[in-house]
């Protein structure tokens, strides 16, 4: 298994490894790989107006170069304060456009790891992850910290479209790994959802149901709330069942959710 955690910069370095080495104990053999996108507008390959924009940027947040060293430092030091890791983890800093060199480096990938960050690159490296890649991501709130050497306590959201199947299944190896699992449905009983909790039970996972009903307009601020009210330390979802574009226009689950997260998000689309 590779694990991919894309560092944007310095601050998302150490949650980002510590989310990435939680991820990857339940395989001995994982590799995981840490990788900065040099956004170098000398370098960049983009139309002027692109260029000119990063080159603005630098005036206000520093250059690239100087962001990758930034970086760099505390990849390195976080490294070598972790020698319990599985084995070491790998350091890759291309030059080029965040997008495009995140696409390329996970297409051997199992999982992306990536911190929950408000600047653009950060944008860039979410919506490259979440919808270019069609791998899974797990993207961690910057706040975040762990509290265990792996995820134990997994809560799975439960809703009738097809990328929630597509979610569970892209999670089953750490479902299988977890102490214990939740299925979480905002709903009722009856909802035709809640039978996808038996998509995990035949991969040989036991499940408890939480089901409560809908509380206001708020649906993925709710399924956050109620994935940390019951000890979950990981919420696995799937991800803009309309398109990001429809979400940020007139809201969605997901873009919700993403606002609400206050525990690590497994989001697949």
Same mark, same amino acid.
């Given at each position: 298994?590779?694990?991919?955690?894309?560092?944007?910069?310095?601050?998302?370095?150490?949650?980002?490894?510590?989310?990435?080495?939680?991820?990857?104990?339940?395989?001995?053999?994982?590799?995981?790989?840490?990788?900065?996108?040099?956004?170098? !507008?000398?370098?960049?390959?983009?139309?002027? /107006?692109e260029?000119?924009?990063?080159?603005?940027?630098?005036?206000?947040?520093?250059?690239?170069?100087?962001?990758?060293r930034?970086?760099?430092?505390?990849?390195?030091?976080?490294?070598?304060?972790?020698?319990?890791?599985?084995?070491?983890?790998?350091?890759?800093?291309?030059?080029?456009?965040?997008?495009?060199?995140?696409?390329?480096?996970?297409?051997?990938?199992?999982?992306?790891?990536?911190?929950?960050?408000?600047? +653009?690159?950060?944008?860039?490296?979410?919506?490259?992850?979440?919808?270019?890649?069609?791998?899974?991501?797990?993207?961690?709130?910057?706040?975040?910290?762990?509290?265990?050497?792996?995820?134990?306590?997994?809560?799975?959201?439960?809703?009738?479209?097809?990328?929630?199947?597509?979610?569970?299944?892209?999670?089953? !190896?750490?479902?299988?790994?977890?102490?214990?699992?939740?299925?979480?449905?905002?709903?009722?009983?009856?909802?035709?959802?809640?039978?996808?909790?038996?998509?995990?039970?035949t991969?040989?996972?036991?499940?408890? +149901?939480?089901?409560?009903?809908?509380?206001?307009?708020?649906?993925?601020?709710?399924?956050?709330? /109620?994935?940390?009210?019951?000890?979950?330390?990981?919420?696995?979802?799937?991800a803009y069942?309309?398109?990001?574009?429809?979400?940020?226009?007139?809201?969605?689950?997901?873009?919700h +959710?993403?606002?609400?997260?206050?525990?690590?998000?497994?989001?697949?689309?």
């Amino acid at each position: 298994m590779k694990i991919l955690a894309v560092l944007t910069d310095a601050g998302s370095v150490r949650p980002c490894l510590d989310a990435a080495v939680m991820a990857g104990r339940f395989d001995s053999h994982v590799q995981i790989e840490a990788l900065h996108v040099v956004v170098d !507008p000398d370098h960049l390959i983009a139309a002027s /107006e692109e260029v000119q924009f990063q080159r603005l940027r630098e005036a206000s947040e520093g250059t690239a170069r100087d962001k990758a060293r930034a970086v760099e430092a505390e990849f390195l030091r976080s490294n070598a304060a972790a020698d319990d890791r599985m084995s070491p983890i790998t350091w890759e800093a291309p030059v080029g456009a965040e997008e495009e060199l995140i696409l390329q480096s996970a297409r051997d990938a199992d999982l992306i790891v990536l911190l929950q960050g408000h600047d +653009m690159d950060s944008g860039d490296a979410r919506h490259a992850a979440i919808r270019a890649t069609k791998k899974p991501l797990l993207l961690v709130p910057a706040s975040w910290t762990p509290q265990s050497d792996r995820f134990a306590h997994i809560a799975v959201a439960l809703s009738d479209t097809p990328i929630a199947a597509d979610a569970i299944d892209a999670a089953l !190896p750490w479902l299988q790994d977890a102490a214990h699992v939740t299925a979480l449905r905002i709903g009722t009983p009856e909802d035709e959802a809640v039978a996808l909790a038996d998509r995990i039970r035949t991969a040989g996972v036991d499940v408890d +149901m939480h089901i409560v009903a809908p509380e206001g307009d708020d649906r993925g601020a709710q399924i956050v709330h /109620e994935a940390r009210a019951i000890g979950a330390d990981l919420l696995v979802a799937g991800a803009y069942r309309h398109g990001p574009l429809v979400e940020w226009l007139l809201g969605g689950t997901t873009r919700h +959710m993403l606002a609400a997260a206050e525990l690590p998000l497994f989001l697949a689309h």
